[in-house]
T-cell receptor
Framework: EDKVVQSPLSLVVHEGDTVTLNCSYE??????LLWYKQEKKAPTFLFML????IEKKSGRLSSILDKKELFSILNITATQTGDSAVYLC??????????FGKGTRLHILP | KAGVTQTPRYLIKTRGQQVTLSCSPI?????VSWYQQTPGQGLQFLFE???????NKGNFPGRFSGRQFSNSRSEMNVSTLELGDSALYLC???????????FGPGTRLTVL
C-alpha cells in the first residue's frame, strides 16, 4: 500500500533555530513530491520536486529529494514565529493519485 | 486568476441529515479532488473528478459521494451524517500536466 510518512510529528524550537523536516515514501510509479504549509486555513504550496539531488529554494526554505532512498527533507533556516504551521508532504504518482503524510506540526517560540 | 472557492465556509448539521458542499476550481483546471481533514487522521483523500468522471476514490463509505459538472465545478454530498463526519473538507484543483494542487479555503462541517 502506498504511504507517506513524515517525521517528527511535532517540533518546538526557538526563533532563529534551523529545522529539518523529513518525509519518506513508498509509492508506486512515483512522479513528484510536494511540500505544503498549512496554518489555520487551507494548505499553501511550497515546493514540487521531481528530480533527485536538485535543491529547490525559496527564501529561508529549501527542499531536496532523494529518489534512491525515497525521502525528502524540508529545511527552514533562521526560523521566525510566522513559520509556525503544519508542514505537509504529499507524493503524486503517474496514475494521478496524491497521497499525503500526516504532517509535522512546527511551533516556533519567540 | 481567481483561486479555488468553496461554499459554504461553515456548516452545522445534526446526525442523520445530509449535506452538499460546493467547489469551484481555478479557471482551466479540470481536476478536482476532495479531502477530509481531522486532527487525528490528517488529510484523507475522498475522491477526484476529472472531466465529469470520478477518476480516483479513497476509502470512505458510500455515504460520501460527489459529482462534477461540465464547467468543472464539483459538489460533494454526505448523507446520513454521523458525529465523526465533523471535519474540515478541502477541495483542490490542478491542471492535468502537473501534480501541484491548489487548495480552497475549506468547509468546516460540524455535526451535532
Amino acid at each position: 500500500e502506498d504511504k507517506v510518512v513524515q517525521s517528527p510529528l511535532s517540533l518546538v524550537v526557538h526563533e532563529g533555530d534551523t529545522v529539518t523536516l523529513n518525509c519518506s515514501y513508498e509509492v508506486t510509479n512515483f512522479r513528484s513530491l510536494l511540500w505544503y504549509k498549512q496554518e489555520k486555513k487551507a494548505p499553501t504550496f511550497l515546493f514540487m520536486l521531481t528530480s533527485s539531488g536538485i535543491e529547490k529554494k525559496s527564501g529561508r526554505l529549501s527542499s531536496i529529494l532523494d529518489k534512491k532512498e525515497l525521502f525528502s527533507i524540508l529545511n527552514i533556516t533562521a526560523t521566525q514565529t510566522g513559520d509556525s504551521a503544519v508542514y505537509l508532504c504529499a507524493v503524486g504518482n503517474r496514475d494521478d493519485k496524491i497521497i499525503f503524510g500526516k504532517g509535522t506540526r512546527l511551533h516556533i517560540l519567540p | 486568476k481567481a483561486g479555488v472557492t468553496q461554499t459554504p465556509r461553515y456548516l452545522i448539521k445534526t446526525r442523520g441529515q445530509q449535506v452538499t458542499l460546493s467547489c469551484s476550481p481555478i479557471s482551466g483546471h479540470r481536476s478536482v479532488s476532495w479531502y477530509q481533514q481531522t486532527p487525528g487522521q490528517g488529510l484523507q483523500f475522498l475522491f477526484e473528478y476529472f472531466s465529469e468522471t470520478q477518476r480516483n476514490k479513497g476509502n470512505f463509505p458510500g455515504r460520501f459521494s460527489g459529482r462534477q459538472f461540465s464547467n468543472s465545478r464539483s459538489e460533494m454530498n454526505v448523507s446520513t451524517l454521523e458525529l465523526g463526519d465533523s471535519a474540515l473538507y478541502l477541495c483542490a484543483s490542478r491542471s492535468t500536466e502537473y501534480n501541484e494542487q491548489f487548495f480552497g479555503p475549506g468547509t468546516r462541517l460540524t455535526v451535532l
